[in-house]
């Protein structure tokens, strides 16, 4: 302090002033640098950070169906594969169901042929991304999507049921719908047939193989056991 005060003796009262003011300014406008700069960080770290959390909520559901005991990716069903399943559908008519229905193909195809069409879907993007596909064809009417686990929704209100699956899955859902399905249902398999059923029709090659299937040749005589109402 002595040594500072020593140093001011003789100097001019405007200049000790000017000095004063820099002492202030200089301080300040390091202070406002620095703000800019911790102010760019910040913003930096949040478009680093929400881009990383909107590829992780985007990427997240297309690689679960992967990590799963039976590994059900999203795979679209190609166009002759679509038409080859219209061709199954023909003189049929009433309710339909695609089991994993990704981007919607298959359940507004069957809308617009007159069928009331139902998607089951895990992924809620392309449940979300088919009901806009469905609006934007005019078929919303009669395309709806849900999300939901195939192996947790019962299929015995549909009567004709298409699945573009794995073979992995197929001796399993094979006995859940063999369980669930009416008489005079119909089963439509894409890509990969059932292990046990022996199809009634055949039609496409290779990768746009389908299969259909009718549950009163499959059971014969054997009809359904149906439910017992408790009245
Ligand atoms: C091979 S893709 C078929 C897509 C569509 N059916 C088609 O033919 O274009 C199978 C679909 O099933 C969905 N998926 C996988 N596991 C599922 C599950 N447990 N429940 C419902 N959908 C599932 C996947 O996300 C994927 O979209």
């Given at each position: 302090m002595c040594f500072l005060l020593a140093l001011n003796v003789g100097t001019p009262p405007e200049m000790l002033e000017e000095e004063s003011q820099l002492k202030h300014v200089l301080p300040t406008s390091l202070e406002a640098n620095s703000l800019k700069k911790s102010n760019w960080g910040f913003l930096f770290t949040g478009i680093i950070g929400g881009t990383v959390v909107a590829v992780y909520a985007l990427a997240t559901p297309f690689i679960t169906p992967a990590l799963r005991k039976i590994c059900l990716p999203f795979v679209p069903a190609t166009t002759r594969q679509v038409e080859n399943v219209v061709q199954m559908l023909r003189c049929r008519r009433g309710s339909l169901v695609d089991?994993?229905?990704?981007?919607?193909r298959i359940v507004i195809a069957a809308a617009k042929e007159g069928f009331t069409a139902v998607g089951y879907e895990l992924n809620p993007w392309l449940v979300w991304y088919s009901r806009y596909r469905a609006w934007r064809e005019g078929v919303h009417g009669s395309a709806k999507f849900y999300i939901s686990d195939l192996w947790k929704v019962?299929?015995?209100?549909?009567s004709n049921v298409v699945i573009f699956g794995v073979p992995q899955m197929m001796p399993q859902l094979e006995k859940k719908l063999e369980l669930e399905l009416e008489d005079d249902a119909r089963v439509i398999a894409c890509r990969f047939p059932f292990p046990h059923w022996i199809p009634d029709h055949v039609t496409g090659e290779g990768i746009d193989t389908v299969w259909a299937y009718d549950m009163s040749t499959f059971r014969g005589n054997q009809k359904r056991p149906r439910k017992l109402m408790h009245l």
């Amino acid at each position: 302090m002595c040594f500072l005060l020593a140093l001011n003796v003789g100097t001019p009262p405007e200049m000790l002033e000017e000095e004063s003011q820099l002492k202030h300014v200089l301080p300040t406008s390091l202070e406002a640098n620095s703000l800019k700069k911790s102010n760019w960080g910040f913003l930096f770290t949040g478009i680093i950070g929400g881009t990383v959390v909107a590829v992780y909520a985007l990427a997240t559901p297309f690689i679960t169906p992967a990590l799963r005991k039976i590994c059900l990716p999203f795979v679209p069903a190609t166009t002759r594969q679509v038409e080859n399943v219209v061709q199954m559908l023909r003189c049929r008519r009433g309710s339909l169901v695609d089991i994993g229905s990704g981007d919607g193909r298959i359940v507004i195809a069957a809308a617009k042929e007159g069928f009331t069409a139902v998607g089951y879907e895990l992924n809620p993007w392309l449940v979300w991304y088919s009901r806009y596909r469905a609006w934007r064809e005019g078929v919303h009417g009669s395309a709806k999507f849900y999300i939901s686990d195939l192996w947790k929704v019962t299929f015995s209100q549909y009567s004709n049921v298409v699945i573009f699956g794995v073979p992995q899955m197929m001796p399993q859902l094979e006995k859940k719908l063999e369980l669930e399905l009416e008489d005079d249902a119909r089963v439509i398999a894409c890509r990969f047939p059932f292990p046990h059923w022996i199809p009634d029709h055949v039609t496409g090659e290779g990768i746009d193989t389908v299969w259909a299937y009718d549950m009163s040749t499959f059971r014969g005589n054997q009809k359904r056991p149906r439910k017992l109402m408790h009245l």
